[in-house]
């Protein structure tokens, strides 16, 4: 079952927030978000493995709400090289593969 | 880190020719590995999965004697389209995941594949 991502896009100004959502209608054990740039694979960003897990890098950050079946992505001060699409993977494939959702697309202008 | 290399970035060839696309994890064993497939502006569609050793595991829909998967070592599966037809054209992505490590599933770099 894929995971529903919100918003399908965002348009932000340097410095503002964003807040990138991941719900399953499934029980989640995993999360995983990713980056992926035009014409580029995505890059990993995080996994969040347990519920109520929070954990950032620089200023991105994520929670995992496991009862609630959903993560989110929070992105502050935006800069530039924030822009791309969005994904989040959750397991639970049949074959131990990711399950990504539909992405959504952020776009950070100066 | 784990390091999953890709090639070729990109290819382009005739209707009808058959092309092989290379996945190799670098610096670690993947008894697995995952063959992507993504249209413009669309997600990541599983294709197979590889396994090493044995028979791909193929997603419903996929003709698995259009797109033939070999994973003949640890470190190396191979992705091969057949007969290649202009909507065949799109981006071919592997993935693998070190088991020693926490992190999540690393990227090839990814196959930019035309068929004209």
């Known amino acids: 079952q894929q995971p529903v991502q919100s918003p399908q896009a965002v348009i932000l100004r340097e410095g503002e927030d964003a807040v990138i959502n991941c719900s399953s209608s499934?029980?989640?054990?995993?999360v995983h978000w990713y980056r992926q740039k035009h014409g580029e694979a995505p890059v990993f960003l995080m996994i969040?493995?347990?519920?109520?897990e929070q954990k950032g890098h620089d200023k991105i950050s994520a929670s995992f709400n496991e009862k609630k079946q959903q993560s989110s992505l929070y992105l502050t001060a935006s800069q530039l090289s924030y822009s791309g699409t969005y994904f989040c993977?959750?397991?639970?494939?049949?074959?131990?593969?990711?399950?990504f959702g539909k992405g959504t697309k952020l776009s950070v202008k100066p | 880190g784990a390091v999953v290399s890709q090639h070729p970035s990109w290819v382009i060839c005739k209707s009808g020719t058959s092309v092989k696309i290379e996945c190799r994890s670098l610096d670690f064993q993947a008894t697995t590995m995952f063959w992507y497939r993504q249209f413009p502006k669309q997600s990541l569609m599983l294709m197979a999965t590889s396994n090493e050793g044995s028979k791909a595991t193929y997603e419903q829909g996929v003709e698995k004697d259009k797109f033939l998967i070999n994973h003949a070592s640890l470190t190396l599966s191979t992705l091969t389209v057949t007969s290649a037809h202009p909507e065949d054209s799109s981006f071919y992505i592997c993935?693998?995941?070190?088991?020693?490590?926490?992190?999540?599933?690393?990227f090839g770099s990814g196959t930019r594949l035309t068929v004209v």
């Open positions: 993935s693998a995941r070190d088991p020693r490590s926490s992190v999540g599933y690393t």
């Open positions: 499934k029980a989640l054990y995993s």
């Open positions: 969040l493995l347990k519920g109520g």
């Open positions: 993977g959750t397991g639970g494939g049949s074959q131990g593969n990711l399950i």
